[in-house]
């Protein structure tokens, strides 16, 4: 069952909001953990010197938000646990086939599709902190292999966010309920016709 509050901040209950409702979907943890990835590796990718020591401690810094995030989906709240989102590839491409026929439905925490998403996104910034520590220790440093795998996994990261953006406009366009807004505010508002799942 999913916990929901509804707008008016009562206490939760089991069943979701009625539609046209506002649902705290989103905790501040997940939030912080969001953003403070989504501006490291933007410091990373676009500010930083690869080479210098700023860049190798916001590597640090994301790497560690990845791995609160994981703990947190253990222990978290109930939208943040990964069984709110588990990863299905088929799940992932019925949900996206089924947003080229219009059928939409609006999910309480992340759709499949966006699960998926989740768990390749991380599984990259893992290995990136990973290579990247391996590169500044003596024993790996200049390596060819590790320092070409670091390379490997950013482009792979960059190649993963350009369909992350586009799918999660889609979704918002589609279902009508604002994502980016939910990710600072922590709430999904539904539409009054809005299909939950």
Not at 9 to 30: F, H, K, M, N, T
Not at 63 to 85: E, K, N, P
Not at 138 to 147: A, L, N, W
């Amino acid at each position: 069952m999913t916990e929901a509050t509804d707008t008016e901040g009562a206490r939760p209950r089991a069943a979701a909001a009625p539609p046209g409702r506002s649902i705290r979907v989103w905790d501040p943890l997940v939030r912080l953990i969001h953003w403070g990835v989504a501006v490291g590796v933007l410091l990373n990718a676009v500010v930083l010197e690869d080479d210098g020591k700023a860049h190798e401690i916001t590597g640090y810094v994301v790497l560690g938000f990845v791995l609160v995030r994981l703990a947190w989906g253990l222990v978290g709240t109930s939208h943040a646990r990964f069984s709110a989102f588990p990863p299905n590839p088929f799940a992932a491409l019925r949900h996206l086939a089924g947003l080229l026929r219009g059928k939409t439905g609006v999910h309480l925490s992340h759709n499949p599709a966006g699960a998926l998403m989740v768990y390749n996104l991380w599984a990259t910034l893992i290995g990136l902190g990973v290579t990247g520590y391996m590169m500044a220790t003596p024993r790996f440093f200049r390596i060819d292999g590790i320092e070409g795998a670091h390379e490997a996994l950013f482009a792979w990261l960059m190649v993963s966010v350009a369909p992350l953006v586009a799918t999660e406009m889609l979704d918002s366009w589609l279902t009508r309920v604002p994502l980016l807004r939910a990710m600072i505010d922590g709430r999904k508002r539904l539409p009054p016709d809005g299909n939950r799942r």
